[in-house]
């Protein structure tokens, strides 16, 4: 049963943009946050940004304030993150997780399959 469906991804030349999407479904639908983690070929994963759907409060990791921003359809349980300024440093698969809202990975019950974003110099 697919809980997570992301889409947006693709090749960018730096300093380029790209907007990912997310979509929650079955038992990732309840969930109180969903979020946004991204991995790079031999590094851990690593936390982005989340957003909860109460109080639709933010967080983001230091290094993508600026760059980054999340936002969400809370009636959908959609959630989207724009990305501007691209650099090569941000390829990686990225992932949306729908759980608690945390900046840890292991707070989130539910991920999708991931999305690659390839930035080109």
């Known amino acids: 049963q697919v809980q997570l469906v992301e889409s947006g991804g693709g090749l960018v030349q730096a300093g380029g943009s790209l907007r990912l999407s997310c979509a929650a479904s079955g038992r990732a639908f309840s969930s109180a946050a969903m979020g946004w983690f991204r991995q790079a070929p031999g590094k851990e994963r690593e936390f982005l940004a989340a957003?909860?759907?109460?109080?639709?409060?933010?967080i983001y990791a230091d290094f993508v304030k600026g760059r980054f921003t999340i936002s969400g359809d809370s009636a959908r349980r959609q959630v989207y993150l724009q990305m501007n300024s691209l650099k090569p440093e941000d390829t990686a698969v990225y992932y949306c997780?729908?759980?608690?809202?945390?900046?840890?990975?292991?707070?989130?019950?539910?991920w999708g399959q991931g999305t690659q974003v390839t930035v080109s110099t």
């Open positions: 997780a729908a759980g608690r809202i945390s900046r840890v990975a292991g707070s989130y019950d539910y």
């Open positions: 957003v909860t759907w109460s109080i639709k409060g933010t």
